[in-house]
């Protein structure tokens, strides 16, 4: 980033403070509370004690909580429904005084403060509000104000803190009080030590006659600006690490406001103090540039190595964040900044108008700011010890604003950086136009960054948007760049068709290249939705008749069935008993999918193969309930609601033959032990286990093991779900490993069997309504 920028933006005369301090009489304030009655000045102790009455506790807010905590917030409240000020001669008074504090607070010119009345606090002997921001309250709400009315006590002292200043502010002896600040500001109440505080609260908003409200920058001040942001944006960037080649010159321009907006109250009209002013140079320099602007809130990650200064102990961070184990800021000092990550989210143009829902992550080099992250209090924070090779490091977040300039000709690049929706909409608008080289041209400049924003973009339609701009595209190498992001899932059946003409613009090849980086994109992923999608997918493209989109159909399914087939073997071979069993029931429905899917593309080939995979002599329990499964999901399924239709009879005959098989073996004898050995591990220590797993007549294995065999013991044990406990008994070196078979061997013996009975019974019942039909 430019130092030459971040140095003039310094410089800008930044009119107003951060928070202000005055006095008025109180002769204009006329002011009654319900149950309590006139209150007049200064505030007697009789009156104290009625307020005290009439007043409930304080509570404060913490994120989007309200709570009571005296050891936060130890005052009382009365609601602004209780108390009745004449407004008519108030007026009088607060209207000049909020024209001062306008100007002590550097508000833009043609805008006033407006304050509204939030409640009444009073602070007795030891009351105090812990350091804290307040909740903007409403849009428009910018400030806070609170008026202290004239009463005698000692103590009770406003501390207002914005980044490295502080100001504290007592109360006059006579008359009114008034201290205002921005509402970002971290403030809080001393103890009083003794009489009572009595203070009227208001929240001040920002009101604008309509018209420009930012002063104008001056034209010397905006030239120099304008001449360090063109040389920002002709310079290459530099390299991120050693030997990167060239990059090249930013086209984005960041700058962080001092100040911290909500994303309610973020706007142009309501930049506070320095913000402001900087704001409207930067404005006036965009226009000498004819750049785009506009304003963000942005996300800040850094992540910094420190030096510990706290002796092993583990304290609550501030703001309400005690007890849950990140550690107090001041618990270390931060050395030297290792990594950073700006995110800009919710855009505001120059009009206040909100852009869409979008968000760019900014690049190194592209984040100006003249109070660095670090001086800011972070909303979070986490430190990390030090462990093994990796250094002692904290991570903080911030919430910060920012005002965003870029070469106009480049709006279009921007906005697509941080909306792929938005960019597809204006390649479909180009290409709708007929305009075909500008929208080519601009399809190209998407290519740098589209891998990286294509995935967050989550709006509806968008596929099949995006599959429309790579028909328009004409190109096929450049068609493909615009899909490369996309995965399997993304393709519904309603795209179909669309693929269906992609299929005749760039033919079956190109095609089959596509779906198969959509599969390297889905790895990782379990991808069921599409299978099971798959045979309404082939429906829809086989519907227009053609030998090539009939292909395609049958290419798809082929596809599918070997990653299902790879899928199976895998969870046979490598997977343990229950995680083998559970991943296996799940390919029932993606198999029946592509069986019906054969079919619909009329591919006799495939067919066969699958249903001569579900038929064999040879199947094991899981396997077995697979394909009973397999058959309930196409009795259930109106598509296919006979076997019939996809060949399903001889699946149904193979399962009765096992079934009765299995059946007909005697039942586990009372005496029997034996548990089925795992074969996934091929260990010393497993093939000690192996034998007393086994044997019929062991039902206790005592195993003198040291800690790192016991914990393989015990994965090998509960990730096969065996009806075995292990117990460490702590006593002798090494310690001994217990093994006890339990009863569940016996009843889950009885349960399998009752299933076993309840499947046999449903096919045939299922084989009688078949033939009677």
């Known amino acids: 980033m430019s130092e030459r920028v971040m140095e003039l933006l310094r410089r800008i005369e930044t009119p107003g403070s951060f928070a202000t301090r005055r006095t008025a009489g109180s002769e204009d304030l006329r002011i009654e509370v319900k149950g309590v009655g006139p209150i007049e000045f200064p505030v007697s102790a009789r009156t104290v004690s009625k307020l005290r009455t009439a007043a409930r506790p304080a509570p404060y807010g913490l994120r989007d909580r309200t709570l009571l905590d005296k050891t936060v917030r130890d005052c009382g409240k009365i609601p602004k429904s209780r108390i009745r000020i004449d407004q008519r001669r108030w007026k009088r008074a607060l209207a000049p005084m909020l024209e001062k504090i306008g100007g002590d607070l550097g508000i833009p010119r043609r805008s006033r403060f407006e304050a509204k009345l939030y409640d009444m606090l009073v602070y007795g002997p030891g009351q105090f509000f812990v350091p804290h921001r307040d909740t903007e309250k409403t849009d428009d709400m910018i400030g806070t104000m609170v008026v202290t009315l004239p009463s005698a006590f000692k103590g009770g002292e406003t501390v207002i803190e914005h980044h490295d200043e502080k100001v504290t502010y007592r109360a006059a002896s006579r008359g009114l009080t008034f201290i205002a600040f921005y509402a970002d500001c971290r403030h809080q109440v001393i103890p009083v030590e003794r009489g009572h505080r009595v203070v009227l609260t208001y929240n001040l908003s920002l009101v604008s006659d309509g018209r420009e409200s930012a002063r104008l920058a001056p034209s010397e001040e905006a030239a120099l600006l304008a001449d360090g942001i063109r040389t920002?944006?002709?310079?290459?960037?530099?390299?991120?690490?050693?030997?990167?080649?060239?990059?090249?010159?930013?086209?984005?321009?960041?700058?962080?406001?001092?100040?911290?907006?909500?994303?309610?109250?973020?706007?142009?009209?309501?930049?506070?103090?320095?913000?402001?002013?900087?704001?409207?140079a930067l404005r006036a320099a965009a226009e000498r540039l004819d750049c785009g602007i506009t304003l963000a809130l942005a996300d800040v990650h850094e992540t910094w190595s420190c030096e510990d200064e706290y002796e092993g102990r583990r304290r609550g961070y501030r703001d309400g964040y005690r007890g849950v184990g990140v550690m107090d800021p001041e618990d270390h000092t931060l050395v030297e900044l290792v990594d950073s990550e700006v995110e800009l989210r919710h855009w505001v143009g120059l009009e206040g108008k909100r852009l869409l829902p979008i968000s760019s992550l900014l690049g190194t080099g592209e984040v100006c700011y003249t109070k660095p992250s670090a001086d800011l209090e972070p909303f979070a924070s986490e430190h990390e010890g030090y462990m093994g090779n990796y250094g002692n490091t904290v991570d903080r977040w911030y919430h910060r604003a920012a005002v965003v300039?870029?070469?106009?000709?480049?709006?279009?690049?921007?906005?697509?950086?941080?909306?792929?929706?938005?960019?597809?909409?204006?390649?479909?608008?180009?290409?709708?136009?007929?305009?075909?080289?500008?929208g080519r041209s601009m399809a190209r400049q998407l290519l740098p960054f589209w891998d990286s924003v294509f995935p967050k973009e989550p709006s509806r339609g968008f596929v099949e948007k995006t599959l429309r701009v790579a028909e328009a595209v004409g190109e096929p190498e450049l068609a493909s760049s615009i899909l490369h992001p996309f995965a399997l899932e993304q393709h519904a059946p309603e795209t179909a068709r669309l693929w269906a003409r992609l299929l005749e613009s760039y033919g079956g090849e190109w095609c089959r290249n596509r779906f198969a980086r959509f599969a390297e994109n889905d790895r990782g992923r379990r991808s069921d939705s599409w299978v099971l999608s798959l045979p309404r997918f082939c429906e829809a493209l086989c519907s227009k008749g053609s030998a090539g989109a009939i292909a395609f159909a049958r290419w798809l399914a082929s596809e599918q069935w070997r990653r299902v087939v790879s899928g199976y073997t895998a969870a046979r071979r490598y997977l343990p008993g229950k995680n083998a069993r559970n991943t296996l029931l799940r390919l029932n429905g993606p198999i029946l999918a592509l069986l019906e899917s054969s079919v619909i593309a009329d591919d006799p080939d495939l067919r066969r193969e699958i249903l001569d995979f579900l038929v064999s002599s040879e199947l094991d329990s899981a396997e077995i309930e697979l394909r009973v499964l397999l058959l309930r999901t196409a009795a259930s399924n109106a598509r296919t609601s006979?076997?019939?239709?996809?060949?399903?009879?001889?699946?149904?005959?193979?399962?009765?033959?096992?079934?009765?098989?299995?059946?007909?073996?005697?039942?586990?004898?009372?005496?029997?032990?034996?548990?089925?050995?795992?074969?996934?591990c091929t260990c010393d220590l497993c093939r000690r286990l192996s034998p007393f797993l086994q044997a019929r007549d062991r039902m206790r294995f005592e195993w003198p093991l040291a800690k790192a065999g016991r914990l393989h013991v015990h994965t090998v044990i509960d990730a096969h779900d065996l009806p075995v406990t292990h117990e460490t008994r702590r006593s002798g070196s090494p310690y001994t490993l217990v093994l006890t078979k339990t009863r569940a061997l016996f009843e889950r013996d009885r349960a399998q069997r009752k299933r076993w009975k309840s499947d046999l019974e449903w096919l045939e019942k299922r084989h009688a309504a078949t033939r009677s039909r």
């Open 405 to 438: 300039l870029w070469p106009r000709d480049k709006t279009f690049v921007i906005r697509a950086r941080a909306s792929a929706s938005w960019a597809i909409g204006e390649l479909g608008k180009t290409f709708g136009k007929g305009s075909l080289d500008e």
């Open 232 to 280: 920002y944006f002709e310079t290459p960037r530099r390299p991120r690490w050693s030997g990167e080649p060239a990059r090249e010159p930013p086209d984005r321009f960041v700058y962080l406001f001092d100040h911290q907006y909500t994303q309610r109250g973020l706007a142009w009209d309501h930049l506070k103090g320095a913000d402001a002013a900087r704001a409207t």
């Open 642 to 680: 006979r076997p019939a239709a996809l060949g399903l009879e001889s699946v149904h005959d193979c399962c009765k033959r096992a079934l009765r098989a299995r059946l007909s073996e005697p039942l586990r004898a009372a005496d029997d032990w034996s548990v089925p050995a795992p074969s996934s």
